[in-house]
């Protein structure tokens, strides 16, 4: 009988043990600290080798060349203070021999590759005593020794594994062919049946480090797969933002369910939620209790915090400017597209072996699926009021932008007949468990009817899921919304129009009855305009009401007025704007105290919004612009934090600010100095054109007259509204009489405005002063004088909203752009460019001042319905 290969083998290591332990300089292999369990991770379950194999199999670790206290060959080592090498077998002819033995003992892992060939020397000195009597006993030291090791690097207790283990091996096992096939339990083995077995250590010890691996697997992983994304966050911004979720979410989407993102989204954020009380009565989907699951929501969760940063502290010095990018990202759009990307990732999936007819989705039902998975989220949770609602849910185009970023190879075709075809998504299907049968009905309904459908659908029928009811899909169906075949019955029901979420003004607000522009029309060279009076008894209104909450805005104002309001030597507005925020924050105040702030902001920039180059240089304009867009950004980063109860309010101001700066910007837009008195006489020219009757027409009323009655209709039917009474008998009479009338008014404006274009020509002719650069301001500044002074002193025009007669002046503007436009073939090319232009400035400068003096009118008219 052949000698055991195992027994040559000890007795070979215990050579060299020798050798080493009689050296001065002691040595160590790395490789004895690291027991074979750590190495085995298989499948989904750990499996412990039995104690004598382990100890045999650690000591297969080899010597890597680049150690300094190694010679290059394999066959003999080189100990520090010593050239005679030390002759040791070669381990490959040791591994050969034991191969075959070992495969037929443990065919389960012959040919795994465990053997580690990266074991090196060590300083460490070996303890006095490493020859052990038996197997067993150096199992013992080297099991010690691990779990020491395990608890310095990890932190974790002595049964957990040490962060270097290897992943999984093997997915599934067999038997040898002669033995029965019997299922593997966690941490157990079949014993091998060989004659000569030593002593074995208790089982228990196989039974913890089960445990140790079990809990170290846990934190393996949920440390390893976030590790990925530190690299992504720490150049994280506002504009790469959508790709680090796209590539989170690729990986992980699957590992983290729609209902509990959306809690972690929106139910965690707002105090008084009751999140954690509805996580732990309706348990958050038992099916998704798995450790995966738990690990995915634990990664968006440190995702979420890194992008918040350090929680906020009262005073003033939480709100410094000098943020760093990350803090600049919109809190709101990136929740809504964390929720818009896991809905794109959930809903729809690659075509397989499907019919035909089955392959193709329309764009437009992917937007709708998403739509309606929104509203689902958002009815089951009471918390979350009505107004922020649509905020959650992304429009169209956002939405198509962010399906490109998750399937970026999905092919997009036009199909169907002509006139009547739609994109289609090519190869691509409904994710069912997501996208159920109640939801692929809502889909065939059109957009507005699927606004109306929720609209109507209380959030109070919707069934609260408890924790007795049974396993589902991740949505679940909801019987509380109205049956398709019930839907019908209030489609066609009249909804009340609301207002938009972001704006001040909705149909009920009209313009008042007193002269009301934002400023004094008088210029006074490099100073900024007064405000007019009706804007400061709107402002001493707002201060008195501020003054009873301790928010004192006077030294402010003061150096506004005199144009050093963004010098920090003097004053600081943006600190002074967050202290007054912090001041109304910690006092607890009404939503109208912040209304009461931001009216007194817009009022108090307002008149420099609209200024001359003459009344503040454009350098000063610029480095306002500068200053407010800062301001802008930090407001936006802190949006969540300074008014925490009501965004869409902060929202609306803060896109006010924005067309204030769009404004500005637009006033000191000048044409070429050459061409500027042609510019305007040809300006002259169109308006005539547009203002007069075409001879020989069919209809006597001029262009202007044309477009004002066309778009009065459009709004009458747009917001909803009639003008008179129209229960009376001539209602109808009536109403083109009031429309024939409000028509002529206008024509009589055009005229006016005509004549007062003519006397600025007038002017730069008999007085010797040349015409300014700037004529678009001039030509705006004209428009909207003759607008305060004489449209809105019509007691009809006053009976409109405010809504509708922006409506009306802008599709005004847009005809003398239509004008200006036919006129090009019979002027010079490079006049042609600079008229239209001009016409173009003037254009936007009246739509975005009609849409800003409406919200600040709005705005003050809210505050005095509310008495606040």
Same mark, same amino acid.
């Given at each position: 009988?052949?000698?055991?290969?195992?027994?040559?083998?000890?007795? &070979?290591?215990?050579?060299?043990?020798?050798?080493?332990?009689?050296?001065?300089?002691?040595?160590?292999?790395?490789?004895?600290?690291?027991?074979?369990?750590?190495?085995?991770?298989?499948?989904?379950?750990?499996? +412990?080798?039995?104690?004598?194999?382990?100890?045999?199999?650690?000591?297969?670790?080899?010597?890597?060349?680049?150690?300094? &206290?190694?010679?290059?060959?394999?066959?003999?080592?080189?100990?520090?203070? /010593?050239?005679?090498?030390? %002759?040791?077998?070669?381990?490959?002819?040791?591994?050969?021999?034991?191969?075959?033995?070992?495969?037929?003992?443990?065919?389960?892992?012959?040919?795994?590759?465990?053997?580690?060939?990266?074991?090196?020397?060590?300083?460490?000195?070996?303890?006095?005593?490493?020859?052990?009597?038996?197997?067993?006993?150096?199992?013992?030291?080297?099991?010690?020794?691990?779990?020491?090791?395990?608890?310095?690097?990890? %932190?974790?207790?002595?049964?957990?594994?040490?962060?270097?283990?290897?992943?999984?091996?093997?997915?599934?096992?067999?038997?040898?062919?002669?033995?029965?096939?019997?299922?593997?339990?966690?941490?157990?083995?079949?014993?091998?049946?060989?004659?000569? $077995?030593?002593?074995?250590?208790?089982?228990?010890?196989?039974?913890?480090?089960?445990?140790?691996? /079990?809990?170290?697997?846990?934190?393996? #992983?949920?440390?390893?797969?976030?590790?990925?994304?530190?690299? *992504?966050?720490? %150049?994280?911004?506002?504009?790469?933002?959508?790709?680090?979720?796209?590539?989170?979410?690729?990986?992980?989407?699957?590992?983290?369910?729609?209902?509990?993102? *959306?809690?972690?989204?929106?139910?965690?954020?707002?105090? %008084?939620?009751?999140?954690?009380?509805?996580?732990?009565?309706?348990?958050?989907?038992?099916?998704?209790?798995?450790?995966?699951? +738990?690990?995915?929501?634990?990664?968006?969760?440190?995702?979420?915090?890194?992008?918040? @940063?350090?929680?906020?502290?009262?005073?003033?010095?939480? !709100?410094?400017?000098?943020?760093?990018?990350?803090?600049?990202?919109?809190?709101?759009?990136?929740?809504?597209?964390?929720?818009?990307?896991?809905?794109?990732?959930?809903?729809?999936?690659?075509? =397989?072996?499907?019919?035909?007819?089955?392959?193709?989705?329309?764009?437009?039902?992917?937007?709708?699926?998403?739509?309606?998975?929104?509203?689902?989220?958002?009815?089951?949770?009471?918390?979350?009021?009505?107004?922020?609602?649509?905020?959650?849910?992304?429009?169209?185009?956002?939405? @198509?932008?962010?399906?490109?970023?998750?399937?970026?190879?999905?092919?997009?075709?036009?199909?169907?007949?002509?006139?009547?075809?739609?994109?289609?998504?090519?190869?691509?299907?409904?994710?069912?468990?997501?996208?159920?049968?109640?939801?692929?009905?809502?889909?065939?309904?059109?957009?507005?009817?699927?606004?109306?459908?929720?609209?109507?659908?209380?959030?109070?029928?919707?069934? $609260?899921?408890?924790?007795?009811?049974?396993?589902?899909?991740?949505?679940?169906?909801?019987?509380?919304?109205?049956?398709?075949?019930?839907?019908?019955?209030?489609?066609?029901?009249?909804?009340?129009?609301?207002?938009?979420?972001?704006?001040?003004?909705?149909?009920?607000?009209?313009?008042?009855?007193?002269?009301?522009?934002?400023?004094?029309?008088?210029?006074?060279?490099?100073?900024?305009? +007064?405000?007019?009076?009706?804007?400061?008894?709107?402002?001493?209104?707002?201060?008195?009401?501020?003054?009873?909450?301790?928010?004192?805005?006077?030294?402010?104002?003061?150096?506004?007025?005199?144009?050093?309001?963004?010098?920090?030597?003097?004053?600081?507005?943006?600190?002074?704007?967050?202290?007054?925020?912090?001041?109304?924050?910690?006092?607890?105040?009404?939503?109208?105290?912040?209304?009461?702030?931001?009216?007194?902001?817009?009022?108090?920039? *307002?008149?420099?919004?609209?200024?001359?180059?003459?009344?503040?240089?454009?350098?000063?304009?610029?480095?306002?612009?500068?200053?407010?867009?800062?301001?802008?950004? $930090?407001?936006?980063?802190?949006?969540?934090?300074?008014?925490? !109860?009501?965004?869409?309010?902060?929202?609306?101001?803060?896109?006010?600010?924005?067309?204030?700066?769009?404004?500005?910007?637009?006033?000191?837009?000048?044409?070429?100095?050459? /061409?500027?008195?042609?510019?305007?006489?040809?300006?002259?020219?169109?308006?005539?054109?547009? =203002?007069?009757?075409?001879? =020989?027409?069919?209809?006597?009323?001029?262009?202007?007259?044309?477009?004002?009655?066309?778009? *009065?209709?459009?709004?009458?039917?747009?917001?909803?509204?009639?003008?008179?009474?129209?229960?009376?008998?001539?209602?109808?009479?009536?109403?083109?009489?009031?429309?024939?009338?409000?028509?002529?008014? #206008?024509?009589?404006?055009?005229?006016?405005?005509?004549?007062?274009?003519?006397?600025?020509?007038?002017?730069?002719?008999?007085?010797?002063?040349? $015409?300014?650069?700037?004529?678009?301001?001039?030509?705006?500044?004209?428009?909207?004088?003759?607008?305060?002074?004489?449209?809105?002193?019509?007691?009809?025009?006053?009976?409109?909203?405010?809504?509708?007669?922006?409506?009306?002046?802008?599709?005004?503007?847009?005809?003398?752009?239509?004008?200006?436009?036919?006129?090009? =073939?019979?002027?010079?090319?490079?006049?042609?460019?600079?008229?239209?232009?001009?016409?173009?400035?003037?254009?936007?400068?009246?739509?975005?001042?009609?849409?800003?003096?409406?919200?600040?009118?709005?705005?003050?008219?809210?505050?005095?319905?509310?008495?606040?």
């Amino acid at each position: 009988m052949t000698e055991n290969p195992l027994h040559s083998y000890k007795a &070979h290591l215990d050579c060299v043990q020798e050798v080493l332990n009689s050296s001065s300089d002691k040595f160590t292999p790395i490789g004895m600290e690291d027991t074979i369990t750590n190495t085995l991770n298989l499948s989904d379950r750990s499996y +412990n080798l039995p104690e004598r194999d382990t100890w045999i199999l650690d000591s297969f670790k080899t010597y890597p060349d680049s150690q300094p &206290h190694e010679n290059k060959s394999r066959n003999c080592i080189y100990l520090e203070g /010593s050239s005679k090498p030390i %002759g040791i077998s070669p381990w490959n002819q040791i591994n050969e021999e034991h191969s075959s033995y070992y495969a037929n003992q443990y065919p389960v892992f012959h040919h795994v590759g465990i053997i580690d060939r990266e074991a090196s020397l060590s300083h460490r000195p070996l303890p006095a005593k490493c020859s052990f009597s038996n197997l067993a006993e150096g199992q013992q030291y080297i099991d010690s020794k691990s779990q020491n090791q395990i608890s310095i690097s990890t %932190g974790t207790d002595s049964h957990d594994v040490s962060s270097n283990t290897p992943r999984k091996l093997v997915e599934k096992h067999q038997v040898r062919k002669n033995s029965a096939s019997i299922p593997l339990e966690r941490g157990k083995f079949p014993k091998p049946k060989t004659e000569n $077995t030593s002593p074995m250590v208790d089982n228990s010890l196989n039974e913890n480090m089960a445990v140790g691996i /079990s809990k170290y697997k846990e934190i393996k #992983i949920s440390e390893g797969s976030f590790s990925k994304f530190p690299v *992504f966050l720490r %150049g994280i911004n506002a504009r790469n933002f959508r790709i680090m979720l796209v590539d989170f979410l690729r990986e992980f989407h699957h590992e983290v369910s729609l209902r509990n993102l *959306f809690n972690l989204l929106y139910i965690d954020r707002h105090p %008084g939620s009751g999140s954690n009380s509805d996580l732990k009565l309706h348990q958050v989907e038992k099916d998704q209790a798995r450790e995966s699951k +738990n690990m995915g929501l634990q990664i968006c969760e440190r995702i979420i915090e890194q992008i918040r @940063g350090p929680k906020f502290e009262k005073g003033v010095s939480s !709100f410094s400017v000098g943020r760093s990018l990350m803090s600049l990202i919109n809190f709101h759009e990136f929740f809504r597209t964390f929720l818009a990307l896991k809905i794109i990732f959930a809903c729809i999936k690659k075509a =397989g072996d499907f019919s035909s007819s089955d392959r193709n989705l329309p764009k437009i039902s992917v937007y709708k699926a998403y739509y309606i998975l929104c509203q689902r989220l958002i009815r089951e949770k009471s918390s979350i009021t009505s107004s922020v609602n649509e905020s959650i849910i992304l429009g169209q185009s956002k939405f @198509g932008q962010l399906s490109k970023l998750v399937h970026p190879t999905l092919v997009l075709k036009r199909l169907g007949s002509r006139g009547k075809s739609k994109f289609h998504y090519m190869d691509t299907i409904w994710n069912t468990s997501i996208v159920d049968e109640d939801v692929l009905k809502l889909v065939d309904l059109d957009l507005p009817h699927l606004r109306d459908y929720f609209s109507n659908v209380s959030k109070n029928i919707i069934p $609260t899921r408890n924790s007795n009811s049974p396993k589902s899909t991740l949505l679940e169906t909801q019987k509380g919304f109205v049956s398709i075949h019930e839907r019908q019955s209030w489609i066609n029901i009249h909804v009340s129009l609301g207002k938009p979420l972001h704006t001040f003004c909705d149909i009920s607000h009209k313009y008042p009855l007193e002269y009301c522009p934002p400023r004094c029309w008088d210029e006074t060279p490099n100073q900024v305009p +007064n405000m007019s009076q009706w804007a400061k008894d709107a402002m001493n209104g707002s201060l008195k009401v501020l003054n009873t909450q301790n928010v004192h805005l006077d030294h402010l104002i003061e150096a506004f007025n005199r144009g050093s309001c963004f010098d920090e030597k003097e004053v600081n507005f943006c600190e002074t704007f967050f202290q007054a925020m912090t001041v109304l924050r910690d006092a607890s105040a009404k939503k109208e105290m912040y209304m009461h702030l931001y009216l007194v902001i817009l009022l108090m920039i *307002f008149p420099m919004i609209v200024s001359s180059d003459k009344e503040v240089p454009p350098a000063s304009k610029v480095q306002f612009r500068s200053s407010m867009n800062t301001f802008i950004h $930090t407001l936006e980063a802190e949006a969540a934090t300074v008014q925490p !109860f009501d965004e869409d309010i902060l929202g609306t101001f803060i896109t006010i600010l924005r067309m204030m700066i769009r404004v500005n910007e637009l006033t000191s837009c000048k044409v070429k100095p050459q /061409s500027k008195d042609r510019i305007l006489r040809e300006m002259i020219h169109d308006l005539e054109v547009a =203002g007069n009757a075409s001879m =020989g027409g069919y209809s006597s009323r001029s262009p202007l007259e044309e477009t004002f009655i066309n778009s *009065f209709v459009l709004s009458m039917h747009a917001y909803k509204f009639k003008p008179i009474d129209m229960n009376s008998m001539t209602g109808d009479i009536d109403t083109i009489n009031n429309v024939c009338a409000l028509a002529r008014t #206008i024509k009589n404006s055009v005229i006016m405005a005509k004549t007062s274009m003519l006397m600025l020509e007038d002017k730069s002719i008999h007085k010797d002063t040349q $015409t300014s650069q700037d004529v678009s301001y001039q030509v705006f500044k004209t428009a909207i004088t003759i607008f305060h002074e004489h449209i809105l002193a019509d007691p009809l025009i006053r009976k409109l909203p405010m809504s509708s007669i922006t409506f009306m002046i802008c599709n005004m503007m847009k005809t003398m752009q239509y004008t200006s436009f036919n006129a090009f =073939g019979e002027r010079d090319r490079d006049l042609s460019k600079e008229i239209f232009k001009a016409w173009w400035i003037v254009s936007s400068l009246l739509h975005e001042y009609m849409n800003i003096v409406s919200e600040v009118v709005a705005l003050s008219e809210t505050l005095r319905r509310s008495g606040c």
